[in-house]
């Protein structure tokens, strides 16, 4: 029986068709740049925006319309799996991701909560199997319960500590059993409110002591999963250890973990932390730790984390001109949609109509970013504006060849004024904007 039924089966029609329920520029076997579209996207359903948000805000109940909100909460979870399946069925989204909390409820002790987990992951196998596709992430949510007040591995309670390396601990066997590609840590509560009662040094010790224990508990049970960060600067916490990208890679560095963790960018995080998606996803690749990223976009006139479906085609192009850049492109990663529909958009075909959205945008930014690559447009202006390095003096100090001195002689030898060439980045900017339009 369809939990949707009044939703087809979404094929590629091209830009020329009027029918909503069809891609107007995903085209899963078009290739680009030696690829597939469905190769280089790897597209990825949120189990927990799509089938558990409510429309829930801080001024209102939830508004969604769910044929399974009158269930019990294991039943609700069961019937959450078809449906999980058949959404992926009918958009031909080959991942899905989740947290613990999203596809079991919470029982009154962790051995209540774990049989709750088997219980649906049995389920989830059985769907895997029969259908083919795949899970891109799993994790835990160490943030909604109430124990997480504190924080959890950062918590000041050394209880709550051993409750979430408990947790961790079950969510990579469930990754195991499941063959999840990647294991995400995002740190929703892990920092702090005010540096007033913080002990920040212990705090940060025992966040890389869990991230440790992680990586030794998954080598223990043969768990080959990429190990990913999401990065995120603050909300629900004032300040989180995870700031951003180069605060993570610091972070790394410092507890000996860089080579074990890439990072999982995510783009409204992105901007919460003052940043664009694509300095972000630069920063992550030219450290060689980009991984995956977490699909969506803010509203620049909110100051909150708004995880609204991808649709700014100027964000979705350069994302991807950074992940063609990259070393093996996503890699084991994948594009997941971390997105909801809006609280107005509460009907079920809205989530259909939304993934389509955002699957269409990557898929012209994907066209956008090659077209960018093959005809040089982006390198072409960058080599030019740092030709001088490439010669003369320029070619001398990227050698090695100079010193403070040697520098000092320079200059004073010199008779002419120092002459600047113009950026003309408003013309840049016009000339990407014809190639995203020519698509």
Do not use: C
């Not at 078009?30 to 089938?51: C, D, S």
């Not at 947290?99 to 389920?123: C, Q, R």
């Amino acid at each position: 029986m369809s939990l949707f039924p009044n939703v087809p089966k979404i094929q590629y029609e091209g830009r020329q068709s009027a029918n909503p329920f069809a891609f107007k520029h995903y085209n899963p076997q078009e290739v680009v740049l030696g690829k597939t579209m469905e190769q280089h996207l790897r597209f990825a359903v949120a189990y927990w925006h799509t089938f558990n948000a409510n429309g829930t805000d801080p001024f209102g109940a939830g508004t969604a319309v769910r044929s399974w909100d009158r269930l019990s909460p294991l039943d609700k979870a069961k019937v959450r799996v078809e449906a999980n399946f058949e959404l992926l069925e009918k958009l031909n989204v080959p991942f899905y991701a989740f947290h613990d909390a999203d596809i079991a409820p919470e029982g009154a002790s962790l051995a209540e909560t774990n049989k709750n987990i088997d219980a649906i992951v049995a389920k989830l196998k059985e769907f895997q199997q029969s259908t083919g596709k795949k899970l891109l992430w799993n994790t835990a949510n160490l943030f909604t319960n109430p124990r997480y007040v504190h924080g959890a591995s950062t918590s000041n309670n050394a209880e709550v500590f051993a409750y979430s390396a408990a947790t961790i601990k079950k969510m990579l066997e469930v990754g195991k059993e499941l063959g999840a590609e990647n294991y995400v840590f995002w740190g929703g509560r892990e920092g702090y409110e005010s540096l007033l009662n913080t002990d920040m040094g212990l705090e940060l010790d025992n966040l890389a002591r869990m991230l440790h224990m992680a990586v030794d508990y998954a080598k223990e049970i043969g768990f080959g999963a990429q190990f990913l960060i999401e990065p995120k600067p603050k909300e629900p916490t004032k300040h989180q250890y995870d700031f951003d990208a180069a605060t993570t890679l610091s972070f790394l560095q410092k507890y000996g973990l860089k080579d074990q963790f890439k990072l999982n960018i995510e783009a409204n995080h992105a901007t919460l932390a003052g940043h664009t998606f694509e300095h972000e996803l630069r920063v992550a690749r030219l450290n060689g730790v980009l991984g995956s990223i977490d699909a969506n976009q803010g509203d620049y006139l909110l100051g909150w984390d708004t995880d609204e479906f991808p649709t700014d085609l100027y964000s979705t192009t350069l994302a991807m001109f950074e992940i063609l850049k990259n070393d093996g492109g996503i890699g084991k990663g994948g594009v997941n949609f971390d997105a909801k529909v809006r609280r107005t958009s509460f009907e079920d075909e809205d989530l259909f109509y939304a993934h389509i959205a955002g699957m269409d945008s990557f898929a012209h930014g994907l066209k956008a970013a090659a077209k960018l690559i093959e005809d040089k447009v982006l390198d072409g202006i960058v080599d030019d504006r740092y030709a001088s390095y490439r010669e003369g003096l320029g070619a001398e100090i990227v050698a090695g060849k100079h010193s403070l001195k040697s520098l000092e002689a320079y200059v004073l030898g010199q008779q002419q004024p120092i002459k600047n060439r113009s950026g003309r980045l408003e013309q840049i900017r016009q000339t990407l904007n014809e190639v995203i339009y020519s698509v």
